[in-house]
């Protein structure tokens, strides 16, 4: 468990080392919950818990002030503890998501620290006293990131039993709601991203990307056959894959290339439109002038 608790430590403090660095988007559950599995030993868990909490938390971005959930310290978090417990989404979810909400709070509180520094950093450039000015920046840069190395250290070394036990309490009905939850909660996060990008000349492609993986990716066929046993019939339903496209779906497809072309040809036309407004002002302005 030492060596657990000191792996998510170093993946906590590393991710929010590559986030102050630069905007990498390293950071992200994509690959910072892979790289915490393969550390861990569940490389597979590792990139299944990664994409399913990516989704998760896929809208939460950044935006001018406005602070998001910690989805990093919450994504680790969470996939740490369903990896030691071996535990499902559903419980990464449920751990992840106040955990992420805990985590700006905790976060808010270091900048306000980092900030009370500002008064300092001015006195020692007024005093050109740049030696002292790099030994407080990098003071400040290492203690920011020891104080979220121990955070994840403790954490994980002290709290698993701990989360074990809370997990273990959890009625049935509770397990159940939550399991509901973690398939709604990826279907949330691309409706909030979706928000911010839909637009009608948007729509055409995203439909024909959901045709496309759903037809070529997951295209199935459903056949029932009558099983009967000694009391009973029983309906059995087997599903096999196929590459054969049905008419419905080559409609489908078709309506969305249908709609592309329609696009384009609209944005053509109000192109044209426009120049022509262009053009007929510089011909009345040299006229103008002309006169």
Excluded at 141 to 155: D, E, K, T, V
Excluded at 172 to 189: E, F, H, N, R, Y
Aim: glycine share 8%; proline share 3%; hydrophobic share 55%.
């Amino acid at each position: 468990m030492l060596m657990n608790a000191l792996i998510v430590g170093f993946v906590l403090a590393f991710a929010k080392f590559i986030d102050w660095w630069g905007n990498t988007m390293l950071s992200r559950p994509i690959f910072i919950v892979a790289l915490l599995g393969a550390l861990l030993g569940h490389p597979t868990e590792g990139i299944i818990l990664a994409a399913q909490l990516e989704l998760v938390f896929l809208g939460n971005v950044s935006l001018g002030g406005v602070m998001p959930t910690d989805f990093t310290m919450g994504a680790i978090f969470g996939g740490a503890f369903a990896m030691l417990l071996g535990e499902d989404l559903a419980t990464a979810v449920m751990l992840a998501v106040p955990l992420a909400a805990l985590g700006t709070l905790l976060y808010s509180a270091m900048k306000v620290v980092v900030t009370a520094l500002v008064p300092k950093f001015e006195q020692l450039t007024r005093n050109k006293k740049l030696g002292s000015f790099k030994a407080l920046w990098i003071a400040q840069f290492a203690m920011f990131h020891i104080c979220y190395f121990l955070l994840g250290f403790l954490c994980v070394l002290l709290g698993t039993d701990v989360i074990q036990a809370f997990v273990e309490v959890i009625p049935d009905w509770v397990q159940a709601s939550m399991t509901v939850a973690s398939t709604m909660l990826p279907a949330l996060g691309m409706a909030l991203l979706m928000k911010s990008l839909w637009s009608k000349e948007v729509c055409p492609y995203y439909f024909l990307g959901f045709g496309l993986g759903a037809f070529f990716l997951y295209n199935a066929t459903t056949a029932g056959t009558i099983t009967e046993a000694a009391q009973d019939a029983a309906i059995q339903l087997t599903t096999t894959t196929t590459k054969i496209l049905s008419l419905t779906q080559i409609a489908f497809l078709g309506a969305i290339i249908a709609a592309l072309v329609i696009f384009s040809e609209l944005r053509k036309i109000k192109e044209k439109e426009s120049m022509k407004i262009a053009a007929k002002t510089m011909d009345e302005s040299e006229d103008f002038f002309n006169d």
